[in-house]
């Protein structure tokens, strides 16, 4: 039992094979299920995830986030993972992290999580810089540039297809929040850098306070708490 | 999703932005970068690991699309060259 908010390793399970899911704030509080961003901008947004994690716990919250298939430290070859076993993972992560809090999570995605987080219901949904599949799919191709294709991962065929034709779906009760430097419409704005982009990882404790405070506003009136 | 650029100044302003975040540089270091300042090979956060960020990151703020045949040293070379570019791209 972690009453203290501090960090824990939780297992769930998609189709039959366990996968890891870092939780950070009690199990029994209200929950947010984090989509993390895809590919190689999880790895350049990792420090950003765990402060807005740790953010929302200072807020009562409990913050799940859920090593997609093939990726983290997940057993199964990223070669082998399909689009559905992504979707179904966001799937079976909310209906985890309902089953130990009592309650339905808000799912908040990041990203090219929102190309999945409508796979999930939810008690509503928080995106935050949201992609077209085709977006990244040109980012990865042009990675290659630099000497190495897709940047190193050995998404299938099938799956860069998928990730190529997806776009974000609708969601009820959406809230989509962009950088401030964005033009895109969007429902709000925060200021920060698109720490996705940087070839060196970097951090902005900044951005990461700035999205939390905006996400748990959210899902307060989401009825999340 | 796709944003119109009518607007020079905001063209720049984009660009700016653009090379603080994707590479990290101090914004009123960018602010001072005029049409001769040297980028690609002059800037060590410019490498070529930082040009596949760069280039996506214009294409959704601008809403363009590069081909991989327009991106050579010429048009990373300065953010004057750079800038040249997306004129001709974005600009109606």
């Known amino acids: 039992m972690n009453q203290s908010g501090g960090l824990s390793y939780d297992r769930y399970t998609v189709d039959g094979s366990s996968e890891w899911m870092m939780r950070i704030g009690p199990a029994e509080a209200p929950p947010i299920v984090i989509v993390p961003p895809l590919f190689e901008e999880m790895n350049r947004t990792r420090a950003l995830v765990a402060a807005m994690m740790r953010a929302l716990a200072t807020r009562g919250f409990g913050c799940w986030l859920p090593d997609l298939p093939g990726t983290g430290?997940?057993?199964?070859?990223?070669?082998?993972?399909?689009?559905?076993?992504?979707?179904?993972?966001?799937?079976?992560?909310?209906?985890?992290?309902?089953?130990?809090?009592?309650?339905?999570?808000?799912?908040?995605?990041?990203?090219?999580?929102?190309l999945i987080d409508d796979a999930a219901e939810g008690a509503g949904h928080w995106r935050f810089a949201p992609v077209l599949g085709a977006s990244l799919v040109r980012d990865m191709e042009r990675s290659g540039l630099?000497?190495?294709?897709?940047?190193?991962?050995?998404?299938?065929?099938?799956?860069?297809?998928?990730?190529e034709a997806a776009v974000p779906e609708p969601a009820v009760r959406l809230r989509t929040v962009r950088l401030a430097s964005d033009k895109a419409d969007a429902d709000g704005k925060i200021a920060?850098?698109?720490?996705?982009?940087?070839?060196?990882?970097?951090?902005?404790?900044?951005?990461?306070?700035?999205?939390?405070?905006?996400?748990?506003?959210?899902?307060?009136?989401?009825a999340v708490s | 999703m796709v944003a119109a650029f009518n607007d020079e100044e905001e063209l720049l302003a984009t660009l700016r932005a653009v090379l603080a975040d994707v590479l990290?540089?101090?914004?009123?270091?960018?602010?001072?970068?005029?049409?001769?300042?040297?980028?690609?090979?002059?800037?060590?956060?410019?490498?070529?690991?930082?040009?596949?960020?760069?280039?996506?990151?214009?294409?959704?703020?601008?809403?363009?699309?590069?081909?991989?045949?327009?991106?050579?040293?010429?048009?990373?070379?300065?953010?004057?060259?750079?800038?040249?570019?997306?004129?001709?791209?974005?600009?109606?």
């Open chain 1, 146 to 163: 630099a000497g190495t294709s897709w940047a190193g991962y050995p998404a299938s065929p099938s799956l860069k297809a998928e990730v």
């Open chain 1, 192 to 222: 920060g850098p698109s720490l996705w982009r940087r070839s060196e990882p970097g951090h902005s404790p900044a951005l990461a306070e700035a999205a939390a405070e905006d996400l748990a506003a959210w899902a307060k009136t989401c």
């Open chain 1, 73 to 114: 430290e997940s057993d199964r070859a990223l070669e082998d993972v399909v689009w559905e076993d992504w979707r179904a993972a966001v799937t079976e992560a909310a209906d985890h992290a309902a089953a130990a809090s009592g309650r339905a999570p808000l799912v908040a995605a990041i990203r090219g999580g929102c």
């Open chain 2, 24 to 92: 990290g540089l101090d914004e009123a270091r960018v602010a001072a970068f005029d049409e001769s300042t040297e980028l690609f090979g002059a800037l060590p956060e410019f490498d070529s690991m930082a040009v596949a960020g760069l280039l996506t990151e214009l294409e959704e703020r601008l809403g363009i699309l590069i081909e991989d045949h327009e991106v050579d040293a010429d048009m990373l070379e300065s953010f004057g060259s750079l800038a040249s570019f997306l004129r001709a791209k974005a600009l109606k």
